[in-house]
């Protein structure tokens, strides 16, 4: 679960990261209320949307007085952010943050994650920060450090020296950042973050150590210890049917195409929308109802994809092992008749109970096309979008 | 032979009362696997059918003998039974529990690296020998004994792989479900030198998904040190970078982790890349050389 940058200042608050002065507003008039509130000018305005690369995409301006405050933050809000994260349809801007703007000495990137390879909490610093580190990763990862935390340990003295001295770090600033990196330990690791990135972190003319910018991500399945985070979600930043999909336990994940499917399995629904682009089609959809999907789960699954209006064809693909093809069939027949489905649906089935399955779909009468294996199921659903 | 689990295996199950628990210790039962216990903290004493419960792992071991262990706990209580089931003695922890935190996962890797017993899973289907012992929530009747070793990062996927095989007439020695989580117990490599190992197995098939990089090392590792051939599927190969796909792990980074770096990465290793799913079991056909 991402949370917006204002939002992870205020973590970072309680944990004792600093961060500069700021507050977020909804609307100009309270922009121009946060920035008259730090009491100086110039002051940075900064569009908060779920993305990276908002400086780049236009959504963060310098504010030298209360007129261009308003000027900007009246832009910002309700525009259109397009960043090379958001992909061309961009994000609609709903909030700014208002922050005391900063004298910049020297810039850093610093970053905590969960390395999948070492099975450690990797921290990821390097000299080049404030601009794309995925750049840096890859053209120099020379210059990336990287230091590895054994999670039953935590962090080590010798670790925050480590990231210290390979960064380069000037000797009267280094114990700000020792500081500031053993409480960005512990607040990724109470918190359950799968990714905590501060870029840039920068030390200012003045020798002072801040986070200038803070992307959190917290790991979803570790969200129900952690009620107070959840409050954080932010329903406007994601896909109403997503949102609508989440709601039912279905992982659901809304794209481009026109072939909605309806699949069991994580693994299986990815394979399945190779298979619809192999047959010259593109999936509208991810959507697995799960191994073990219920009558009303996929009652609810037909439902959302039905109300997807670039959605010109379905294909279901169950392979029945938990999931009895009959109770899947069942379920596909009152979802059919309760929304009266009129497009095409190809249906390939196979596993528990098969023929009972079958039979139930034939009998009810429905427009559905039968898929004797996958590729037929392809070939099928190809043809009836093209 | 087989690898991880054969007729001898005696197992027990974590969260035998729960629905899912119950369904599948059944399911496995009726497949002949020798399930010796269930545990469920409170019930001891009771039986699920014909099998005895007992609160805790340690008392099962020591009255029944149990050698691995099937967990479908709740996921919040997920990395305690692993580590229950670690300090029992237990040495095949198979873990179905979908949606454990990952920074429980990666505390149980830390420890289990000072223990001798292997972890399948968690959020996996589980494991099969045919004809000999299920340990799991794959469908049994699938499958049936043979030559051929399947290794897999998924459920239902790994399903339609095996039932091609059978269809086409190619038994399995062993078909393991590693899971789709990010941090996961036994990996790619681990499976693939026990097959290599094992001389039942004639050929392998493993099957990949978008995110990580674990089917890069492990076609690096294939190049390396197996003679047996293997088939390679990738699923997610149309997967938009930056959004999961339903498993935790499947999440294309960046640019690591997309299904084109994995497929190239299996044909510089002499792995035959299977592009097509519905064709996967006439692939291995050829590739095995099955008549």
């Given at each position: 679960?991402k949370?917006?940058?204002y939002?992870?200042k205020?973590?970072?608050r309680q944990?004792?990261?600093?961060?500069?002065?700021?507050s977020?507003?909804?609307?100009?008039?309270?922009?121009?209320?946060?920035?008259?509130?730090l009491g100086?000018?110039?002051?940075?305005?900064?569009?908060?949307?779920?993305?990276?690369?908002?400086?780049?995409?236009?959504g963060?301006?310098?504010?030298?007085?209360?007129?261009?405050?308003?000027?900007?933050?009246d832009q910002?809000l309700?525009?259109?952010?397009v960043?090379?994260?958001?992909?061309?349809?961009?994000?609609?801007?709903?909030?700014v943050?208002?922050?005391a703007?900063?004298?910049?000495?020297?810039?850093?990137?610093?970053s905590?994650?969960?390395?999948?390879?070492?099975?450690k909490?990797?921290?990821?610093?390097?000299?080049a920060?404030?601009?794309?580190?995925?750049a840096?990763?890859e053209k120099?990862p020379?210059?990336?450090?990287?230091?590895?935390v054994?999670p039953?340990?935590?962090?080590?003295?010798?670790?925050?020296?480590e990231v210290?001295?390979?960064?380069?770090f000037p000797?009267?600033?280094m114990?700000?950042?020792?500081?500031?990196?053993f409480?960005?330990?512990?607040?990724f690791?109470e918190?359950?973050?799968?990714?905590v990135?501060?870029?840039?972190l920068?030390?200012?003319?003045?020798?002072?150590?801040?986070?200038l910018?803070?992307?959190?991500?917290?790991?979803?399945?570790?969200?129900?210890?952690h009620k107070?985070l959840?409050?954080?979600?932010?329903?406007?930043?994601e896909?109403?049917?997503?949102?609508e999909a989440?709601?039912?336990?279905?992982?659901?994940?809304?794209?481009?195409?026109?072939?909605?499917?309806?699949v069991n399995g994580?693994g299986?629904?990815m394979?399945?929308m190779?298979?619809?682009k192999?047959?010259g089609?593109?999936?509208?959809?991810?959507?697995?109802?799960?191994g073990?999907?219920?009558a009303?789960?996929?009652?609810?699954?037909?439902?959302?994809i039905?109300?997807?209006p670039?959605?010109k064809?379905?294909?279901?693909?169950?392979f029945?092992?938990?999931l009895?093809?009959d109770?899947?069939a069942r379920g596909?027949?009152?979802?059919?008749k309760?929304?009266?489905?009129?497009i095409?649906v190809?249906i390939?089935?196979?596993?528990?109970?098969?023929?009972?399955?079958?039979?139930i779909?034939?009998?009810?009468?429905?427009?559905l096309?039968?898929?004797s294996?996958?590729s037929?199921?392809?070939?099928?659903i190809?043809a009836?979008?093209? | 032979?087989?690898?991880?689990?054969?007729k001898d295996?005696?197992?027990?199950?974590?969260g035998?009362?729960?629905?899912?628990?119950s369904f599948?210790?059944?399911?496995c039962?009726?497949?002949?696997?020798?399930?010796?216990?269930?545990?469920?903290?409170?019930?001891?004493g009771?039986?699920m059918?014909d099998?005895?419960?007992?609160?805790?792992?340690s008392?099962?071991?020591?009255?029944?003998?149990a050698?691995?262990?099937?967990?479908?706990v709740?996921?919040?209580?997920?990395?305690?039974?692993i580590?229950?089931?670690?300090?029992a003695?237990?040495?095949?922890i198979?873990t179905i529990?979908?949606?454990?935190?990952?920074l429980?996962?990666?505390?149980?890797?830390?420890?289990?690296a000072?223990k001798t017993?292997?972890?399948?899973?968690?959020n996996c289907p589980?494991?099969i020998t045919?004809?000999e012992?299920?340990?799991?929530?794959?469908p049994g009747?699938?499958h049936k004994?043979?030559?051929?070793g399947?290794v897999?990062?998924?459920?239902?996927?790994t399903?339609?792989?095996?039932?091609?095989?059978?269809?086409a007439?190619?038994?399995?020695?062993?078909?393991?479900?590693?899971?789709?989580?990010?941090?996961?117990?036994?990996?790619?490599?681990?499976?693939?030198?026990a097959f290599e190992?094992d001389d039942e197995?004639?050929?392998?098939?493993?099957v990949?998904?978008?995110?990580?990089?674990?089917?890069?090392?492990?076609?690096?590792?294939?190049q390396?040190h197996?003679?047996?051939?293997?088939?390679?599927?990738i699923?997610?190969?149309?997967?938009?970078?930056?959004?999961r796909?339903?498993?935790?792990?499947?999440?294309?980074s960046?640019?690591?982790?997309t299904?084109?770096a994995k497929?190239?990465?299996?044909r510089?290793?002499?792995?035959?890349?299977?592009?097509n799913?519905?064709k996967?079991g006439?692939?291995c056909k050829?590739?095995?050389?099955?008549?």
């Open positions: 679960m949370i917006h940058e939002q992870a205020e973590l970072f944990y004792n990261i600093p961060v500069a002065q700021s977020v507003a909804f609307s100009k008039e309270e922009a121009l209320k946060a920035a008259i509130d100086a000018f110039p002051v940075v305005i900064k569009a908060q949307i779920h993305a990276g690369g908002r400086g780049k995409g236009g963060v301006k310098l504010a030298a007085n209360p007129d261009q405050v308003l000027t900007i933050a910002f309700g525009m259109n952010l960043t090379h994260q958001t992909g061309p349809e961009g994000r609609i801007v709903r909030k943050l208002v922050e703007g900063q004298s910049i000495d020297k810039e850093f990137y610093l905590l994650l969960v390395d999948r390879q070492t099975e909490i990797v921290i990821m610093a390097s000299q920060g404030g601009i794309d580190i995925e840096v990763a120099t020379e210059k990336i450090i990287k230091v590895y054994d039953l340990l935590g962090i080590q003295g010798y670790q925050l020296r210290g001295f390979r960064l380069g000797a009267p600033a114990k700000q950042l020792y500081g500031l990196l409480n960005l330990y512990t607040f690791m918190s359950d973050a799968s990714l990135e501060i870029n840039p920068i030390l200012t003319s003045v020798g002072t150590v801040l986070a910018d803070a992307k959190v991500d917290f790991d979803s399945n570790a969200l129900f210890r107070d959840l409050a954080l979600r932010d329903l406007d930043e896909d109403p049917m997503e949102v989440s709601k039912y336990n279905l992982n659901y994940v809304n794209l481009t195409g026109n072939v909605g499917n309806i994580a299986l629904a394979a399945t190779d298979i619809i192999n047959a089609a593109t999936p509208a959809n991810f959507m697995d109802v799960g073990g999907a219920s009303e789960q996929v009652e609810n699954a037909f439902r959302i039905l109300a997807d670039k959605v064809a379905i294909l279901i693909n169950i029945g092992g938990i009895r093809c109770i899947f596909v027949v009152d979802a059919a309760k929304t009266g489905v009129t095409p190809v390939r089935m196979e596993g528990t109970n098969v023929d009972q399955g079958k039979q779909l034939t009998d009810a009468g429905l427009n096309t039968f898929a294996d996958l037929d199921a392809a070939a099928k190809a009836a979008v093209n | 032979m087989s690898i991880f689990v054969n295996t005696k197992l027990l199950v974590q035998i009362t729960g629905k899912e628990g599948h210790a059944r399911h039962v009726t497949y002949g696997t020798n399930v010796v216990a269930g545990i469920t903290p409170g019930k001891g009771q039986k059918d099998v005895p419960i007992f609160d805790m792992v008392q099962a071991v020591a009255e029944t003998g050698t691995a262990s099937m967990i479908f709740p996921p919040p209580f997920g990395a305690d039974a580590i229950e089931a670690a300090d003695g237990i040495g095949l198979v529990t979908e949606g454990i935190p990952i429980d996962m990666l505390k149980v890797k830390n420890y289990l000072t017993c292997r972890l399948i899973g968690p589980g494991i045919p004809d012992c299920k340990i799991g929530i794959m009747k699938i004994k043979g030559g051929i399947v897999s990062r998924s459920g239902t996927l399903y339609e792989v095996v039932d091609q095989l059978t269809k007439g190619m038994g399995q020695s062993t078909c393991i479900g590693i899971g789709g989580d990010p941090v996961n117990g036994t990996n790619f490599i681990d499976v693939l030198a190992a197995t004639t050929g392998i098939v493993m990949g998904e978008i995110g990580g990089s674990a089917e890069e090392e492990a076609a690096a590792y294939v390396k197996l003679t047996k051939p293997v088939v390679g599927f699923a997610g190969l149309t997967a938009p970078p930056g959004r796909m339903g498993h935790a792990g499947a999440i294309i960046g640019t690591s982790g299904g084109a497929i190239q990465a299996f510089d290793n002499g792995i035959h890349v299977c592009e799913l519905g996967i006439q692939i050829d590739v095995f050389r099955v008549t």
